[in-house]
């Protein structure tokens, strides 16, 4: 090996050896999602989602001032933005303003009852931010709502199925299996509780001496 060939392994070893860094900590993959987010707000204010997004950081930052403002700005820029009306319920409940909170959800379900598939959504925010009874409260709505419709007895069914309910859990979603009887998810879980259940095949309706389109 010449003595140029073994200064260019040197330096390409050197390189790679460089460019070996510690992965970054959550701290800093926050900072950096930030400095993101404020820029994207920097070049378009009225951006609801960065703006919940950005409180959601604050939010795990314990920054509750600045993550309720931010919440309350992606909802005036979005007023159905309902993941950022549950997370505004959450951070004023934990700001120890129970009342307050109660209000604001209230408020939300309220708004919500003008459509089951927004009473759905709604829902689901709030069950991810752990507001268990205004979530199942929402899921009822829905499905007074719109009584013919399977996925808010899908969603009930399943919150109970989480809290070992299963009495109740099974009711709703044996009646969401009868509305719609093509959910894998749900007839598993019946199967599991011991419901024998048949998904029936599903036909194509056809013109005779046409093929199926």
């Not at 933005?81 to 379900?109: F, M, N, P």
């Not at 089951?116 to 959504?121: I, T």
């Not at 044996?174 to 009887?181: M, Q, V």
Request: aromatic share 10%.
């Amino acid at each position: 090996m010449t003595r140029t060939v073994i200064i260019g392994v040197l330096l390409l070893a050197l390189s790679f050896a460089g460019c070996e860094t510690t992965p970054p900590t959550e701290e800093e993959i926050a900072l950096n999602r930030k400095q993101q987010l404020c820029k994207q707000i920097d070049r378009q204010y009225e951006n609801p989602e960065a703006h919940y997004q950005l409180g959601k950081i604050y939010h795990d930052e314990g920054t509750l001032d600045k993550a309720e403002y931010a919440y309350k700005t992606a909802i005036g820029f979005k007023p159905a933005h309902y993941r950022a009306q549950a997370a505004l319920v959450k951070v004023v409940a934990d700001q120890k303003q129970v009342d307050r909170s109660r209000v604001v959800a209230e408020l939300y379900i309220s708004q919500a009852a003008v459509s089951a598939p927004g009473s759905l959504r709604l829902g689901k925010a709030f069950e991810y931010e752990e507001l268990d009874r205004y979530a199942l409260g929402c899921y009822y709505q829905a499905s007074g709502l719109d009584p013919e419709w399977a996925e808010p007895y899908k969603q009930i069914g399943f919150y109970y199925l989480a809290r070992d309910d299963k009495v109740r859990a099974e009711e709703n979603l044996r009646r969401s299996f009868e509305l719609d009887p093509y959910q894998p998810e749900v007839s598993a879980e019946l199967g599991r509780l011991g419901v024998p259940v048949h998904t029936p095949h599903k036909t194509t309706d056809s013109i005779p001496g046409e093929l199926p389109m």
